[in-house]
């Protein structure tokens, strides 16, 4: 089989299946889905969502979090990865919304990438997810599933290469999605230590069943 009737197969299954998919984190407008995006690095959505309610109702725009001390904002996010590192990028962040952009979120790649904390994976997640755009977010999972899958060469070794050949290969139309039918796939069937190669619906053309390589 080759690259291109892989990426149909699996696009066509995944359009069938799944065509109403979202990330599984909990906000209620751009700025804490920025923020739960942020905190969401090395860590599960899960826990993300049991720490954001709280987070979330005593800083629920930007402007009430620039005003927060980074010793504040850590007593909510102390039981989530980094909790050091990520309160003082959620203050910073913040601080740096509403002195730049009014306080908004702003819509540009360029932008999201100067905030404090925000790489091109956080800020891809907001381009697909509340702008609706064509960006695809590499994470780990997504990464890992499109080498599995044999959906990108063993050349694509970084995010970036990964994310320049989803994009090539996608359709645009399916981008916004895609990230999220790739990364829920990786997070709950082919997991990064024992893949359940026995619950995968592409086994049969997965060029590394059985294989633990990534």
């Known amino acids: 089989m080759t690259r291109q009737e892989r990426y149909k197969f699996i696009l066509g299954y995944f359009r069938a299946k799944m065509p109403v998919v979202t990330t599984e984190l909990e906000f209620g407008n751009a700025f804490q889905l920025l923020c739960a ?3 969401s690095a090395q ?4 826990r993300i969502n049991q720490v954001t309610p709280a987070l979330f109702k005593a ?4 402007r009430e979090m620039a005003q927060a001390e980074v010793e504040d904002v850590f007593t909510y996010v102390k039981s ?3 909790p050091n590192a990520k309160s003082q990028h959620l ?10 952009f009014g306080g908004e979120v702003p819509d540009q790649l360029d932008d999201l990438v100067k905030l404090p904390g925000v790489g091109r994976k956080t800020a891809n997640v907001m381009q697909a997810v509340w702008f609706g755009r064509a960006a695809m977010a590499v994470d780990t999972h997504v990464f890992r599933v499109s080498h599995r899958l044999g ?3 063993t050349s694509a070794n970084t995010p970036r290469k990964v994310e320049e050949h989803l994009m090539k290969n996608i359709p645009a139309a399916d981008v916004p999605n895609a990230h ?8 709950y069937v082919c997991t990064s230590r024992v893949p359940h190669c026995d ?3 592409f086994s049969k053309i997965c060029p590394t069943c059985k294989t633990k390589e990534f």
């Open 37 to 39: 995006t942020l905190l």
């Open 43 to 46: 860590c599960t959505d899960k």
């Open 59 to 62: 800083y629920p725009t930007a």
């Open 80 to 82: 989530v990865s980094y």
């Open 91 to 100: 203050v910073e962040m913040a601080r740096m919304l509403v002195s730049d």
């Open 151 to 153: 959906l990108v060469p």
């Open 180 to 187: 999220h039918w790739l990364l829920l796939h990786g997070r």
């Open 199 to 201: 619950k995968c619906p």
